[in-house]
Every structure is written in C-alpha cells, then in structure tokens.
C-alpha cells in the first residue's frame, strides 16, 4: 500500500492567517491527489483534486500543489468555517489510501 | 444533484455479515465507479473498494477476503457486504462516487455497530 502521511497532525491558527498542510507519499504518485474537508458527523467533502484542480463550489483562498510525492494544501486566509479537519487522499493505486488527516483548530 | 444515501442494520453481532445498501438519485449509476469507504469512531479514513457499473470491482487488499461489492442497474442501488465481522469492522460506512479517480459525492454515513 502507498503510506501517505500529513504534517503537521494538528495545528492551531487565528482568522484569517494562511495555513499550509503537507501530505508525503512514500512512493511517486504523479498528481493523482486529492484534498477532502471534513466536518465534525459529516462525510469528507471533496476540495481540490488531481493535486491542484479547485472542486467546483470550493471556495478560491483554497490551494493545492504538488506532484510525484509531495503535496500542499493551502488555505489563503482561514475562515470561521474552516476549522475542521483535511485528509490527503492518493488515487494512483490500490487501495485508495488516505493520510491520517490535519485537525485545524482555533489559536 | 446527485445524492447517495446508504442503508441497513445499525447493528450486527460478531463473527456475522454486513451488509449495507447505498441508493443513488439525481443521476444514473450506469457511469462512474461506486465505492464504499469506513471511519472507525474517532479514527481516519479507510478505503474498501470500488465496483464499476459494468460489475468489475477492486477491494483493498487487507479486506478482500471477506468483501463483496454488486450493482443494481435497475434500482439505482449498489451494496456492499463483509462477512465475519468483529468489533474492528465498527465504523461509520460511507458510499460515494468516484469519476475519474476524485470522490466528489458522498453520503452522508451509516454507524455500524459490532456488538453481541
């Protein structure tokens, strides 16, 4: 299995800082990347894919980078709304794996 | 809009089988691959494969000897099974759809139990 491991695992920032997320794979896996937010009793929902490619309805102050093993996720001035949790998720192999997600909380 | 929505027991006791049903409206399944994905209470994500709406299907390798994955064309429905549960299999169960290697359509979950 492709490990993909998310840095830092928790992190905490104010209103309208930029944060970044970094996801490792521990083996190239082009741009076959995706971003997912995920609120607390709620599915994932789908932010970037394909590494930087926004999801249509995503808001714009979200970013992604990246290719072959490392990867970014930007957020360009946090929200309210934002704070919640992002995973990583590669799609170049199977199985489907995720990172172990980044919990963004309130400074 | 597409929608998914899975269902089934919300409890089953070990060494048994699971099995949920995901309906999908707004949209066809006849495209698309369909997944089930889980998240143990308080823990990540876990992917446990996918089927194609031709019937082909991939499970993730530490799971495959006891999933199952069908399609229904006529009811707009895919299902996944697992059979010999133990409390390890607790989780929220997630069905959603993958174009072209994004997940872009989710239900909302089903929290399954294992439990005697």
């Known amino acids: 299995d492709i490990q993909m491991t998310q840095s830092p695992s928790s992190l905490s920032a104010s209103v309208g800082d930029r944060v970044t997320i970094t996801c490792r794979a521990n083996?190239?896996?082009?741009?076959?990347l995706n971003w997912y937010q995920q609120k607390p009793g709620k599915a994932p929902k789908l932010l970037i894919y394909?590494?930087?490619t926004l999801q249509g309805g995503a808001p714009s102050r979200f970013s992604g980078s990246g290719s072959e093993m490392d990867f970014t996720l930007s957020i360009s001035s946090l929200q309210p709304e934002d704070f919640t949790t992002y995973y990583c998720?590669?799609?170049?192999?199977?199985?489907?794996?995720f990172g172990q997600g980044t919990k963004v909380d309130i400074k | 809009q597409v929608q998914l929505q899975e269902s089934g027991p919300g409890l089953v006791r070990p060494s048994e089988t699971l099995s949920l049903t995901c309906t999908v409206s707004?949209?066809?399944?006849?495209?698309?691959?369909w997944s089930w994905i889980r998240q143990p209470p308080g823990k990540g994500l876990e992917w446990i494969g996918y089927?194609?709406?031709?019937?082909?299907?991939n499970y993730n390798p530490s799971l495959k000897s006891r999933v199952t994955m069908s399609i229904d064309m006529s009811k707009n429905q895919f299902s996944l099974t697992l059979t010999s549960v133990t409390a390890a299999d607790t989780a929220v169960y997630y069905c959603?759809?993958?174009?072209?290697?994004?997940?872009?359509?989710w239900g909302q979950g089903i929290l399954v139990t294992v439990s005697s």
């Open positions: 959603a759809r993958n174009p072209m290697g994004a997940y872009d359509y």
């Open positions: 707004g949209g066809s399944i006849s495209s698309y691959y």
């Open positions: 089927i194609y709406h031709s019937g082909s299907s």
């Open positions: 083996e190239t896996i082009s741009r076959y």
């Open positions: 394909a590494a930087s």
């Open positions: 998720q590669q799609t170049s192999r199977i199985p489907h794996t």
